[in-house]
């Protein structure tokens, strides 16, 4: 059984701890809000219960956040995503004490749910230009977030790395930069107006992944939560006219331009 509460509510955190309870998970950043929390409070609240913490770090990467230094336990990530770098494998780490991925290790092999050798390859190969593409990633996260949070057409924008995000404070303190996705809401649209704005880009393509050199562009109402009501998509916060651009390494003025030309075309 698992309890679920608010990202960053910690009061609702520690009132759902019980005598049951083993494992503490969170994500920072979330998808697609990029709302962060805190996570040394959140290793604390854990270690203060005897309850083993887990961080989802994928949107950050190790570049960008280090939760085992802030007190976490355990940190996960897809693989598939930033590490991997090039949106061609799959797979998946977890990085903590040895004695406590012992049990997993051994569940694993018995399971034989292990990556396969020629994505190890591919991993292998895209690990030796993380900190290299994770500079321009990071880079065209924040020009793209002050780009569109400055356009008339633009309503709201979810970056970390901007001032008018409610976590910026929190991540500018624990981040040393802030990924290359970026949620955004296009002013008085319906969802096909939402979808024109997609189509009309000519460099992202569509697709629901992240953290590849090439930048991928979707709108969540018809893709990753297409399955969801009307009502369930209010409750996660998934809105007809959001958009979530996930930018690749491409030429940062060229995105601009291509954002540009999509919104006021």
Known sequence: MSHQVPTGDYHAMEEAINGNTRLLISESPTNPHLSCIDVARFAEIGHRNDVETVIDATLATPCNLKPI???????????????????????????????GLAPIRKTRGLLGSV???????????????????????????????????????????????????????????????????????????????????????????????????????????????????????AAFGITDNMIRIALGIENTTDLVDDLAQALDG
């Not at 996960?76 to 770098?85: C, E, M, P, V």
């Not at 591919?122 to 065209?140: A, Y």
């Not at 802030?178 to 189509?199: I, K, P, S």
């Not at 009309?200 to 990753?224: C, D, F, N, T, Y």
Request: charged share 20%.
């Open 115 to 233: 990556i396969s050798p020629h994505c190890t390859y591919l991993l292998s190969r895209g690990l030796k230009t993380l900190e290299l593409r994770m500079d321009r990633h990071n880079q065209n996260g924040l020009e793209i977030a002050r780009f569109l949070e400055n356009h008339p057409r633009i309503s709201r924008v979810f970056y970390p790395g901007i001032e008018s995000h409610p976590s910026y404070r929190l991540a500018t303190k624990q981040m040393s930069g802030f990924g290359g996705l970026v949620t955004f809401e296009v002013a008085n649209a319906d969802w096909r107006q939402t979808a024109d704005v997609v189509d009309a880009v000519k460099i992202p393509r569509i697709g629901p992944s992240l953290g590849g050199a090439e930048s991928l562009i979707e709108q969540p109402l018809v893709m990753s939560y297409y399955e969801c009501t009307a009502e369930q998509r």
């Open 69 to 99: 230094d802030l007190g976490v336990d355990y940190v996960l990530h897809s693989a598939t995503k930033y590490l991997g770098g090039h949106n061609d494998l799959l797979a998946g780490s977890i990085a903590g004490p040895a004695e």
